[in-house]
């Protein structure tokens, strides 16, 4: 078997990878010849793979020969969890070095479940409701290399470990939302397209980012501050939820006959990527969930398309605030919130600043990955 340098162990069902591969392929120097990807089912369903990079080799789980990550340079996993830490503990238990030149790229929520299992219990240990297996504690046992952004994780990191002797590959997202050909000629299309006078505005990235109750606590927070009047909104319904979409519909009934207030919503359902990132581009304003919806927002900023607005006290805030040092409209209530559509932002800084970190983080992965 030819000798792969970089093998990456992902699920079958992963939307992360595809992306983050197609970023190596097309924005580094990296040869995706020296690149292997095994792929093991994530679902008791019929075998199906993740979308797949030119250049790159996929191979199954099962047919993987123990070879091939004893002779690479690297091993690399997507987040941790008990979708795929029984895989991880398998390569792992491969060879006495195995784990040396293992690296877990962080994602979103895992470090934060980690912590909360810590002040839940002293320690990291089994507990179903913060989705941690018994092969999740056995990993991250063992777990001491990571790619992430250092100078969020790090300390954090150390405490889940209990451990300073951690290496971190200082490199965050580095992919849009779109394939990179695709991202590239989809912007070059928003770019030429002129700003809309008449805010509007989307709220959460994806269904559910807000639930029916604080959507309607929003919407109403924009009626009474008359916000509403010269904007729209834009809202992701999950499809399923057709009873809670039914009530939002009759409160915007009720605020037009009886408030007399008309509420400009378009509520819209799952969308292809190429037809959900030119929704997104088409707003103004964007507010932001607490958690998650990162990589939309980051393309949104870098796009130059508006304002990010979100929570003083998330996640999401201190990330894009303090992280990546751009500036964000921050709201500790709803009445801020609908005040904040007013607030002028350098939409040029913030997307420069984006730049220069995702060039930052690509120069980190291409001499890593290399």
């Known amino acids: 078997m030819f000798q792969y340098s970089h093998i990456f162990l992902v699920a079958s069902r992963e939307i992360f990878s595809p992306l983050f591969f197609d970023a190596l392929a097309h924005k ?24 797949k990079v030119d250049g790159i080799t996929y191979i199954a789980f099962d047919d993987a020969d ?21 895989f991880v503990k398998q390569v792992i238990e491969l060879g006495c070095d195995i784990e040396q030149k293992t690296y877990m790229f962080i994602t979103d929520d895992e470090v934060e479940r980690w912590l909360k299992c810590i002040e839940k219990h002293g320690a990291i240990v089994e507990d179903q409701s913060l989705y941690l297996s018994a092969d999740d504690v056995w990993v991250l ?17 150390e405490t889940v470990l209990g451990s300073t002797d951690i290496k971190i590959i200082d490199a965050g997202v580095v992919f849009d939302i779109l394939p990179t050909k695709s991202s590239v000629s989809l912007e070059k299309s928003v770019r030429l397209d002129m700003p809309s006078l008449k805010p509007r505005i989307m709220l959460g990235t994806k269904p559910s980012a807000f639930s ?10 924009f009626v009474a501050t008359g916000a509403h009047v010269n904007s729209s909104f834009i809202v992701m319904w999950p ?14 009934f009720y605020l037009r006959k009886v408030k007399k207030q008309v509420v400009d919503l378009s509520m819209v359902t799952s969308l292809p990527p190429l037809a959900y990132t030119a929704l997104v581009m088409s707003a103004t304003h964007l507010v932001l969930q607490p958690r998650g919806g990162a990589s939309t927002a980051r393309l949104f900023a870098k796009w130059r398309r508006g304002a990010i607005l979100t929570s003083k006290k998330s996640y999401n805030f201190g990330l894009f605030n303090q992280v990546y040092g751009i500036e964000i409209v921050g709201y500790g209530s709803l009445k801020e919130l609908a005040q904040g559509i007013g607030v002028c932002v350098d939409t ?23």
């Open 28 to 51: 580094t120097s990296i040869e995706v010849k020296s690149i292997c990807v095994v792929v093991f089912q994530s679902e008791s369903t019929d075998p199906v793979w993740p979308q």
């Open 66 to 86: 123990a070879s091939l990550f004893n002779n690479a340079k690297t091993i690399t996993y997507f987040s941790l969890s008990c979708f795929n830490s029984t």
């Open 141 to 157: 046992g063992l777990q001491r290399n990571f790619i992430t952004l250092d100078s969020v994780f790090r300390s954090k990191l």
């Open 212 to 221: 029916y109750k604080e959507i309607k606590s929003m919407l109403t927070e």
């Open 239 to 252: 499809k399923k939820q057709w009873r809670t979409r039914v009530m939002l519909e009759l409160y915007l």
């Open 348 to 370: 040029l800084d913030n997307a420069k600043k984006l730049e220069l970190e995702e060039r930052r983080s690509l120069q980190y992965l291409d001499a890593f990955y290399s």
